[in-house]
């Protein structure tokens, strides 16, 4: 199923649910309907419950009711006067409570008779008219004294307390309904219903029309996604989707202009070094395949020269692939062999130590000034370490021009262990700086090319530097030759107590 089809059907069952949620609510108030108005009408009936409290409070029960079979009818006809529709005797199968006739007491009368026809009309509002029909007088335990009954069973009623001094004494009660007594209930029920049909319409519809837009407005830039997608899996890097909102669509549409820019940086960068290598790797292979065919022609005797330099061709060719397959385990996260507690410091003395014999040949003086930061720990590989100083040595030796110096440098800073490796002229172009740590880059290829390099020694530099979770930069120094600055992390405080215990 297509995902527009999956979100319209979401927002459809929603709307659905709605519109039941709305039936039942409009069924529920259907049926509790007759309660309200029976209830709003026993509020309506204070004066009545007032003067029944009065009948009990002087007769200290409901005897006035059940000895005189008129006087609950003489009760309800004062809030029914003539001229309006006054309750039958009967009703369909209703039985009206009506005991045969008692005397009465002489002191009573007075009181009594204030419920009797003599006393004046009350006229209940035209709406509630309709309830003396089915009014009934209970006792305190809900049997039913006086009224119409049409069912015996109180919980079918609507009651309203009676008190005496804050005592439930009775209760005036009115059967529950189901259907309309008049014509304006009838017609408030038939407009609530149309009511709420025409809301559950309105949402179904409104929720509908939204789905609908929804879907567009989701499914426009997942169309765009999907086609840049399918270009990047045909290699075109050029794809790109256009922008329009600032919503969590728009922010995958940016990440994914930036995922496809990264993976065209990465696609030339692959060709390159293709490139590069394939061209770094003829010029060794020619040299040797010159020279062999020269020997296997006559042109040339196998003498200490002609081996010499076959063995200088293999050696750089070997050199190449070594520092190749360096890099490949830098790729795959490799490159680190062992991770354990060292002195970055002590490690660049001994390499030093072993270059001074080469730097003092070259007429290039070595100066180290890290006294004091000779106890710094850092978390590391002491072969790794000692191959990035060899390295940056090397990167001198070749390239600085004699007599020179290189002087390296070392200070604690905010937690860091920071070395300077600053050589004397010649230095790097400007616009060479930031590429000077790339794979097979070399400022001047013919000159780099004679003195032996390969442009993968500072690439390589920077890998093992990445590796030690450090930071390494170049720049034209004070001098006028190049300076790099490497930054090393201190190391775990649980290192310094290891590395002690050697």
């Known amino acids: 199923m297509r995902l527009v089809y ?8 929603t709307a659905l649910m709605a519109v039941a949620m709305i039936a039942a609510l409009q069924v529920y108030l259907s049926h509790r309907f007759g309660d309200y108005l029976n209830q709003a009408a026993l509020e309506s009936l204070d004066d009545l419950v007032g003067e029944l409290a009065d009948i009990y409070r ?49 002191g009573a009368v007075k009181r009594v008779d204030a419920l009797s026809p003599e006393g004046p009309a009350q006229r209940l509002p035209s709406p509630f008219r309709w309830l003396l029909k089915g009014l009934v007088l209970f006792d305190v335990g809900r049997r039913p004294v006086a009224g119409r009954i049409a069912d015996r069973d109180p919980a079918t009623y609507t009651m309203r307390e009676i008190r005496v001094e804050g005592v439930p004494v009775g209760w005036v009660g009115l059967p529950r309904r189901e259907r309309p007594h008049n014509p304006l209930e009838a017609e408030f029920r038939k407009a609530q219903a149309r009511a709420f049909l025409l809301v559950g319409l309105g949402v179904f519809l409104l929720v509908g029309m939204a789905s609908l837009l929804f879907s567009k407005h989701i499914l426009r830039p997942i169309r765009r996604l999907a086609s840049g997608t399918r270009s990047l899996a045909e ?5 790109r989707i256009a922008v329009d909102t600032r919503d969590e669509l728009g922010q995958l549409a940016e990440d994914f202009n930036r995922m496809a820019e990264t993976l065209r940086k990465y696609e030339e960068m692959r ?51 070594d520092d190749l397959h360096l890099l490949s385990l830098a790729d795959s996260q490799a490159l680190m062999q062992r991770n354990e507690p060292v002195r970055a410091v002590d490690i660049l003395e001994k390499t030093a130590e072993s270059f001074l014999p080469r730097f003092e040949r070259e007429g290039i003086a070595l100066r180290l000034d890290v006294q004091d930061c000779r106890g710094f720990i850092i978390e590391g590989d002491s072969h790794r370490l000692a191959q990035l100083y060899a390295n940056l040595f090397e990167n001198t030796l070749r390239y600085t021009d004699a007599p020179g110096e290189l002087t390296i440098t070392g200070r604690e800073e905010e937690g860091n262990l920071v070395l300077r490796f600053e050589d004397t002229p010649p230095g790097v172009p400007e616009e060479a700086l930031e590429r000077l740590f790339d794979r097979l880059y070399r400022v001047d290829r013919s000159r780099s090319r004679d003195l032996g390099g390969s442009g993968l020694g500072l690439a390589i530099c920077r890998q093992i530097v990445l590796a030690h979770c450090g930071a390494i930069r170049a720049e034209n120094g004070p001098a006028g030759g190049l300076l790099v600055r490497i930054i090393f992390p201190r190391g775990p405080q649980r290192l310094a107590g290891t590395i002690e215990k050697r």
């Open 6 to 13: 999956k979100t319209f059907l979401a927002f459809l069952v």
């Open 58 to 106: 002087l007769e200290g029960s409901w005897t006035a009711f059940t000895s005189e079979p008129d006087r609950w009818r003489a009760a309800l006809r004062r809030f029914n006067p003539p001229g309006d529709a006054a309750p039958a005797a009967r009703v369909g199968g209703e039985q009206e409570v009506a005991p045969a006739p008692v005397s009465q007491e002489p």
């Open 235 to 239: 290699f075109d890097f050029s794809a």
């Open 271 to 321: 060709r390159q070094w293709v490139t590069d290598i394939s061209h770094e790797l003829r010029t060794p292979l020619a040299v040797l395949r010159g020279e062999i065919e020269a020997l296997q022609d006559g042109i040339r005797e196998p003498s200490v020269e002609t081996l010499g330099s076959l063995h200088a061709e293999i050696v750089r060719l070997s050199k190449m692939v």
